[in-house]
C-alpha cells in the first residue's frame, strides 16, 4: 500500500456515519536514524475531515499563525483518527471504529 492510496479516500464509521474524505497523514518516527540518515516512519493517524484551503497554507498543523482573522476563517480542525481504528478497507472506502469516543 502506498500512501498516495489513502489520500482523498472516503472515511466511514462501522456504523456508517461519513467522517469525510482523509486529506493529510501523521506519520511518527519508529526507530532510530540509520546510518543512511533515514529513520523508519510508522502511519499513526489519518487527518479527516472535510479540506480546507486553510489547511493549504498550514493552519491544520497550527505551524502558521498568521493574522487571526484568517485563522477563524480558513481553519476547520481536521478530525484526527488513529490507524489503529482501521478495520476495513477497499477502494472505495475506509471504515474505522472509532468506538462511541467522538474523536
Do not use: C
Not at 479516500?9 to 486529506?23: C, Q
Not at 484551503?53 to 485563522?71: H, T
Request: glycine share 14%; aromatic share 4%.
Amino acid at each position: 500500500m502506498l500512501l498516495s492510496e489513502l489520500v482523498g479516500s472516503r472515511v466511514v464509521t462501522a456504523e456508517g456515519d461519513d467522517l469525510g474524505r482523509v486529506h493529510d497523514l501523521v506519520l511518527v518516527q519508529d526507530g532510530p536514524m540509520g546510518a543512511n540518515g533515514r529513520a523508519g516512519l510508522r502511519l499513526h493517524a489519518l487527518a479527516v475531515g472535510r479540506r480546507s484551503f486553510g489547511a493549504q497554507l498550514g493552519y491544520a498543523q497550527g505551524s502558521v499563525r498568521g493574522p487571526w482573522i484568517l485563522r477563524k476563517l480558513l481553519h476547520r480542525s481536521a478530525r484526527l483518527v488513529p490507524w489503529s481504528s482501521v478495520v476495513h478497507r477497499d477502494d472505495e472506502h475506509i471504515v474505522v471504529d472509532i468506538g462511541g469516543r467522538g474523536d
